[in-house]
């Protein structure tokens, strides 16, 4: 099993839309998570990080699983600009330090 | 303000060449990361400072893939006998700390690499 598992999509909504995203990790002991965000032809930006207690910043609400293993990202009322690769990011304490281990992404377009 | 940097941000070159990828990282920030990007994938981890000193390099590929920050500023990755798989986009990131739990990465355009 790979340590995180996105669903590659691509998915394609219309605007307004509401869509989830869901990424599974492999390591029980990971403590941090993180949601980022890449444009095409851009550097990853950092989105939302992921709380135990599930967060939520305007029309995005993020979620943690650590039963299931997974986190969760959906986005409500879509917008045009919100067409972009959603990567999950989870740490993984290995080799004495802690480091992020990055889905392949997730793609979103969001459609007039 | 400024962002990380990262130089140059194409290099085209033969297998068997050496190259040389600079990072230049957000001023003050203690950590810096380097990624290897494939199309359609996420960034993988490579190595990672925590000032000057090399904290991790467990993701480095091999013995011809090193880097180095000397004075906890300005990193380099230097790829020797360069080998068309090495083809990817290299990214620098930085944090303000070492806290992976507390502190955001900020990543750099990156470096497109293209081994002919």
């Known amino acids: 099993r790979k340590e995180v598992e996105q669903d590659p999509g691509p998915f394609n909504v219309p605007e307004g839309a509401t869509v989830a995203f869901n990424c599974t990790y492999s390591n029980s002991a990971s403590q941090s998570f993180f949601w980022y965000r890449q444009d095409c032809r851009k550097e990853p930006k950092l989105l939302m990080s992921v709380y135990s207690s599930g967060n939520e910043d305007g029309r995005f609400t993020a979620q943690l699983n650590r039963a299931s293993q997974y986190i969760s990202l959906l986005i409500r009322d879509s917008k045009l600009s919100d067409s972009a690769t959603y990567l999950c990011a989870v740490s993984v304490y290995q080799g004495g330090s802690e480091k992020l281990v990055f889905g392949k992404g997730t793609k979103l377009t969001v459609n007039p | 303000g400024a962002g990380v940097s990262q130089s140059p941000r194409y290099k085209v070159t033969k297998r068997g060449q050496d190259v040389a990828l600079r990072c230049d990282p957000i001023?003050?920030?203690?950590?810096l990361y380097w990624y290897r990007q494939a199309l359609g994938q996420g960034p993988e981890f490579l190595t990672y400072?925590?000032?000057?000193?090399?904290?991790?390099k467990s993701g480095l590929p091999n013995d011809r893939f090193s880097a180095e920050r000397p004075e906890g500023s300005i990193s380099t990755l230097t790829i020797q006998r360069t080998e068309q798989r090495d083809s990817a986009m290299y990214r620098c990131?930085?944090?303000?700390?070492?806290?992976?739990?507390?502190?955001?990465?900020?990543f750099g355009p990156g470096t497109r690499l293209t081994v002919l």
């Open positions: 001023s003050g920030h203690v950590s």
């Open positions: 400072f925590n000032y000057e000193a090399q904290q991790d």
């Open positions: 990131a930085s944090s303000f700390t070492s806290g992976l739990s507390t502190d955001t990465q900020y």
